[in-house]
């Protein structure tokens, strides 16, 4: 890992993004909660949150982290049609919390997959990037749109 013990305690913010994307009916039953394994939009964002929580666990050199905040929001969009998994995460420490943002946002995708793949295989997972970063010696990062 990289040494980060010099480094200044900082305010440290980041945001990712992803969708799922899938047929109106399968968007549907996941508005309404009818699928076999229960409320997937919970589950996706508890799954989420736990992944954030555990990224240093999945990511060789990744540093743990006492995270301050995590939010991971998803919203059905019926133009995709699909699902758009947004995370923020929120440290105070000596290094970024990207890796976290990200891991959430991926683990809430696949847990929307796997939780309505018995209804549609054709489903796929797109645009998982990060959208903000704040903090730290690089500043300021806001992907353009």
């Known amino acids: 890992m990289v040494d ?6 900082t305010e440290r913010v980041a945001v990712a993004e992803g969708r799922v994307v899938m047929r109106q009916e399968t968007l549907d039953m996941v508005r309404r909660g009818d699928a076999k394994k229960g409320d997937v939009l919970s589950v996706a964002r508890i799954a989420g949150i736990q992944a954030a929580k555990r990224a240093h666990e999945l990511i060789p050199l990744c540093h743990p982290l006492a995270i301050a905040q995590i939010a991971v929001d998803i919203a059905p969009d019926a133009k995709l049609p699909g699902v758009i ?3 923020r995460v929120k440290v105070a420490g000596k290094t970024g919390v990207e890796m976290e943002a990200l891991t959430a946002v991926a683990v809430a995708c696949l847990t929307i997959y796997d939780m309505v793949k018995a209804v549609e295989h054709g489903m796929h997972i797109e645009g998982i990037r990060l959208i903000e970063k704040r903090g730290g010696r690089s500043g300021h990062y806001r992907a353009r749109e």
Request: glycine share 0%; no cysteine.
């Open 85 to 87: 998994v947004k995370a």
């Open 4 to 9: 980060v013990s010099a480094k200044p305690l």
